[in-house]
Each structure stands twice: as C-alpha cells, then as structure tokens.
C-alpha cells in the first residue's frame, strides 16, 4: 500500500485541468466552423470541407492532447511512487 502525498494529488488534479483547457480549444475552433464559417459556405463543395476537416481534425487533437497528457501524468507517478517506496510503503500480507 503507497501513501499518496497531497503534493502529488495536486500536481494530478492540476494536469487534469491543464488537460481539461487544452481539450476545449478543438472543440471552440470546430464550433466556430459550424456556425460562423459553415453558412458562409457558397457550394457543396466548400460546405463539406469547412465542416469534415474540423471535424476529423478536432478528433486527432483531442487524442493527441490526451495522450500526451496522460505520459506527463504517467511519468509523474512513476517519479512519485519511486520516491515514496523506499520511505513510505507499508506491505501488507
């Protein structure tokens, strides 16, 4: 059993925010194409791409946002648990 510090759950919660802001920025960017660049759209033609590439493109920046929050968050509790082992590990049988 590891003993998570309140630093380490701070720095979490803080990347889970940070993450939380980076992710909303696709989905403003793909709204503002629904509804500010899509009805100024003058064929089929433009009408589809303003509206499949921002969409395909907000799927792809949402994924890499994630995973590369999700590395930072991984390495931090790696970092963290490494730490800890040594000086706060209770083992229980």
């Not at 009408?47 to 946002?65: C, D, K, Q, R, Y």
């Not at 648990?81 to 209770?90: A, H, I």
Request: positive net charge.
């Amino acid at each position: 059993k590891v003993q998570i510090s309140s630093a380490f759950t701070r720095k979490r919660e803080i990347m889970f925010f940070k993450q939380s802001l980076c992710q909303m920025v696709p989905f403003y960017l793909l709204f503002f194409c629904y509804d500010i660049l899509s009805p100024l759209a003058s064929d089929d033609w433009t009408l589809f791409f303003v509206t499949t590439f921002p969409w395909t493109s907000m799927h792809a920046a949402e994924g890499l946002i994630m995973n590369y929050f999700q590395a930072r968050t991984y390495r931090l509790h790696k970092s963290h648990v490494g730490k800890t082992n040594s000086t706060t590990t209770t083992v229980a049988s």
